[in-house]
């Protein structure tokens, strides 16, 4: 028996939030399959006392229940725990980490209310998924709270070298309270075998026959679900008017020179400004390509309360007025970078206009930039892909050409040689990373799931 679906994520595609993109949709799509279901997440809204409830709405047949944070919480869970201390660690910067125990009280408080409510959310033929690093202690909370049924959950960021997570304050208790999850999905194989692991290494894990680890007096499943995008839906954006319209207005603006681009949210972990050295080294070095390229990076701001993210926006300020004002000319510059965002249309105009796509993170869960850009290109005329060997789409596509991000010189010859690749070796690197693109679809990633989760019920 097939029961709802109940999703808990920190933000919902509730009506009125913008529906960032394939996940979103992805996510709507897996309720509305299933007949119905649960979205449950933070409202958006800081409140100033503690809430009870939950607002709940039905729309598609699906019903949101969306809770408000305080300001407290918001701080100390949100900005606290979860965005100085869980995503700088999980992304290999125990450097930028703070680790606050009030954060982690806010963390852990947040993770109790929301858990207690979802739990009242429930019924027991249902299956709960869970959704990323904001969220590591929810099951365990909704068992606390009687939910015994199937949980699974996705971790969209990597799970990093036991010996990284292992410098949380906090890692035992965030690792038993894992073990509440029946299924764990993670992004690659890397990210799975580390988790295994620590299970294994740190707390006596014993992996199983069937695969499976017995841990905590539980048994529970870590699993490779690589996330993907629709490539179909995304080729036909690509050509859309909009797209073009976007392309053309930038292919005039940069008088039809090759388009190096970049899409990014503003984080540290997207390794923007060693691009933006690597980008000033191809020009130092190569005095023939002065003029003949440029350099597109946009860059939407996110988490901007958070200090790390501020220091980065006065870095790249400062990489691109040097480079610029070394390099520029009457009529040319060679970087343009926009700390704003644009309509997934306008990206998917310029990602096929673009000659090369720069996705350089120093460490990635996944990044659907990448995906996105293949799937944009003209398979006639497609464009090059440098890719991140620490982006978990490398892992899928081995005939972008990978670079080691934290390389400058590397970087920049992999751009020379992306700028020069002729047409041919462009076509066969393109044609293998489409094909890998489609094999794990947005689509394929939710049934592949799901269906694993549906599989860890005791009568399954
Ligand atoms: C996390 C993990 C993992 C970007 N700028 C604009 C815009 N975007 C869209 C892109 C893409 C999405 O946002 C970004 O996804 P990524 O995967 O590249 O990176 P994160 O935001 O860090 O996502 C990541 C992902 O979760 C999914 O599991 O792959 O590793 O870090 O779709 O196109 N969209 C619009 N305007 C912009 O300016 N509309």
Redesign the pocket.
């Known amino acids: 028996m097939t029961g709802r679906l109940i999703i808990a994520s920190n933000r919902t595609a509730a009506p009125g939030e913008a529906r ?4 979103a949709v992805a996510l709507a799509d897996a309720l509305s399959e299933r007949g119905g279901g649960v979205w449950f997440g933070w409202s958006g809204d800081i409140v100033e006392r503690e809430p009870r409830g939950a607002h709940v709405f039905t729309e598609d047949g699906v019903e949101f229940a969306l809770a408000d944070l305080t300001q407290a919480e918001y701080d100390g869970y949100y900005l606290g725990y979860a965005n100085r201390a869980l995503w700088p660690v999980f992304h290999y910067r125990i450097d930028l980490a703070q680790f606050e125990e009030a954060d982690f009280a806010a963390y852990e408080a947040v993770n109790r209310r929301f858990g207690r409510l979802l739990a009242q959310f429930t019924r027991p033929e249902d299956v709960v998924w869970i959704h990323d690093y904001h969220f590591l202690l929810l099951g365990q909370e909704m068992r606390a709270s009687g939910w015994s049924g199937p949980i699974g959950f996705f971790l ?2 990597p799970f990093p070298a036991p010996e990284v997570f292992s410098s949380l304050p906090q890692h035992q208790r965030l690792a038993r309270a894992m073990a509440a999850f029946d299924l764990l999905g993670f ?1 690659t194989d890397r990210d799975t075998a580390n988790f295994r692991r620590y299970l294994i290494d740190t707390h006596g894990g014993e992996l199983l026959e069937d695969g499976r680890i017995a841990v905590f007096d539980r048994v529970l499943t870590a699993k490779t679900f690589s ?1 993907g995008i629709d490539p179909d839906d995304f080729a036909a954006l690509a050509l859309g008017d909009e797209a073009r319209a976007a392309a053309e207005r930038v292919g005039g603006i940069i008088d039809n020179r090759a388009l190096v681009l970049g ?3 503003m ?1 540290y972990s997207k390794g923007l400004p060693q691009r933006m050295e690597a980008f000033g080294r191809v020009l130092d070095d190569n005095p023939d390509l002065r003029g003949r390229s440029s350099f597109l990076q ?1 860059a ?1 701001p996110s988490r901007e309360a958070v200090d790390a993210y501020q220091a980065l926006r006065v870095e790249l300020d400062r990489l691109t007025g040097r480079i610029n004002a070394d390099y520029a000319d009457l009529d040319w510059v060679p970087i343009r970078y926009l700390a704003r ?4 249309e306008t ?1 998917a105009g310029l990602y096929r206009l673009a000659r090369v796509a720069l996705v350089t993170p120093l460490h ?6 990448a995906k ?1 850009f293949v799937a944009a290109q003209d398979p006639e005329d497609p464009g090059v892909l440098v890719l991140s060997e620490f982006a ?1 789409a490398a892992e899928q596509m081995p005939t972008s050409l990978l670079v080691n991000p934290h390389d400058i010189a590397g970087l920049a010859e992999a751009i020379h040689r992306a700028l020069l690749m002729p047409l041919e070796e462009r076509r066969e690197r393109w044609q293998a990373m489409d094909a890998s693109i489609r094999e794990t679809t947005i689509a394929w990633w939710r049934h592949a799931f799901l269906e694993a989760l549906d599989t860890t019920r005791p009568d399954a």
């Open positions: 960032a993109g394939g996940l969209h960021i992004q996330i899409v990014d949210r984080d946009i939407p965002g644009y309509p997934r990206l990635d869960g996944m990044n659907l930039v996105e978990g």
